[in-house]
């Protein structure tokens, strides 16, 4: 124990001696953590659409008005004809084109139904998607609006037809915040890149400035070793996970409705795994060049799949399969449930079981890789 004492003042006085690795560690994903939740929103709004208008009748200018005042489109023209708009979608000035013909008015008054022609680009499928479904949402919201639609509907008695009233409410984010799911998430990534970057590159330096060649003719064994180099930085990265739970609730007002004694246990483990990884990538490497592609490859991996930025439910069978094998998916997947639900250990006891086996076959990796040679 006193080989590992020694062990972690070295990289201690390592850490505190080096300003840039402490601004890394501390103020770079503080500030990110502030940033990066109001600039990274999946919500599709500002859609740009134009409008051709055939028919420049009240019923017409009603329908324009009510999209305008949606809070999802921005008006960005009213042409004379469909080509004229099609250029516009070509320039990448508008994403949606709403014809509306002649006699729209007359037709919806006689006949009660007219047909209007929607143009959506879909280079972007997911706004084209969610951008289409709200313009029909509320050209269908209009067309129940109008007068007419109750005095041709024929008059029925309440034992004709029956009727389903829907009630619904809004659990754990009732505001539908969009940053009350991403803080969280963004929390995670943002550890994973300083524990998994900073642990890869830390033997390789070793390995450069020599003092590994005289660490190797001691007495000090492979295990510990690793742990020395684990146990400074699993602090740091509780420290940098406190200081993203304080940020969370001082800037976004977020406050986990789930036990901290939970949620600090999931981190704990979590860095324990994450950091036996980046020491993996150290052993490994000759050059901390190499060290830090490596570990952005595995980084890129790790966070494209996570479900993060796309559900994994969503993804394909073989891409759900390697999601599995990333750490990052199973701590993700429970740090917003802790946060928001307030899910505990009964709720997550499965995910609890795959970091820790992770914590111990990476490090337990790391600890057969490292080879101590004089």
Known sequence: MKVLSFLLQKEFRQIFRD???????FVVPTVQLII??????????????SFVDHDRSTYSQQLINKIGASGYFRVIASTLSYNEALTLVEKNETDLILEIPS???????????QQVNITVDAINGTKATIGGGYLTAVIADFNSSLDFNSTLQPVLSSQDFSQIDIAYSDW??????????????????????IGGFITALNIVKE??????????????KKWEFILGKLIPFW????IVFTVGLTVMYIVYGIFPKGSFATLYLFASVYLVALLGFGLLISTFSNSQLQAMFVAFFFMMIFMLMSGFFTSIDSMPEWARQISNLTPV??????????VLKGSGIADTYIELIYLIGFAILLNGLAILNY????
Do not use: C, D
Not at 36 to 49: G, Q, R, S
Not at 175 to 184: A, D, G, L, R, S
Not at 329 to 338: A, E, G, K, L, Y
């Open 19 to 25: 300003k840039t690795i402490l601004a890394m560690m």
């Open 36 to 49: 990066l939740p109001l600039a990274a929103n999946f919500e599709v709004k500002n859609i740009n659409v």
């Open 103 to 113: 006699g729209f008015e007359r037709n919806l008054l006689r006949e009660g139904s």
């Open 172 to 193: 754990f984010n009732p505001q539908k915040e969009y940053k009350f799911y991403m803080v969280p998430g963004i929390l995670v990534l943002l550890l994973t890149m």
């Open 207 to 220: 390995k450069e400035i020599g003092t590994i060649e005289q660490i190797n003719v001691t007495p000090i």
């Open 235 to 238: 602090i740091v990265g509780m």
């Open 329 to 338: 998916t199973h701590f993700i997947s429970v740090v917003r449930p802790i």
């Open 371 to 374: 080879r101590k040679t004089s």
